[in-house]
């Protein structure tokens, strides 16, 4: 019975989706390095990660229509289902597209330096905003526990 209640309180959606947050600005930390990378190569297209709409239209189950799965890799992600109008590949963090619809230099490259690093700065501050959010679940569960023995 208190497996059961502990197993409860780290799948219940809120967990899941800080714990998926968490992987998904990894993700896109990982692919804002990869365009800086890339500033001077020619023909580069900048990658980014749509994870935002993902995690909106899973829990809004009422405004899915297909276009194509989401794969579940683990089986505690959130289920997979149809997502309506966003193209790309389909990752466990999201849809990662490239962005073709600009291109600031001669050399076919649409790298922004200060698009990337102000993205970059923005997805640390998020990074640490879900860390402290799951931070302070835990701290609540640890209260719990120990008041609990009392």
């Known amino acids: 019975m208190t497996c059961g209640v502990i197993q409860l309180l780290f799948t219940e959606p809120v967990q899941l989706a800080l714990e998926r947050s968490l992987d998904a600005l990894g993700a ?14 020619p023909n580069y297209k900048a990658l980014r990660l749509n994870f935002e709409d993902v995690l909106e239209r899973e829990f809004d189950r009422t405004s899915r229509q297909a276009d194509f799965p989401l794969r579940r890799t683990h089986p505690l992600h959130l289920p997979g289902h149809t997502i309506h109008g966003l193209k790309g ?14 291109t600031y230099r001669l050399d076919g490259n649409n790298v922004d330096i200060d ?19 799951v931070s302070r679940r835990f701290t609540e569960l640890r209260t719990a526990i120990s008041e609990g023995r009392r």
């Open 28 to 41: 896109r930390a990982h692919l804002i390095a990869h365009n800086i990378a890339n500033l001077d190569t």
């Open 89 to 102: 590949t389909i990752t466990e963090y999201g849809v990662i597209y490239t962005d073709d619809k600009t």
């Open 115 to 133: 698009h990337e690093t102000a993205e970059q700065a923005k997805n640390a501050i998020m990074y640490s905003t879900v860390t402290e959010l």
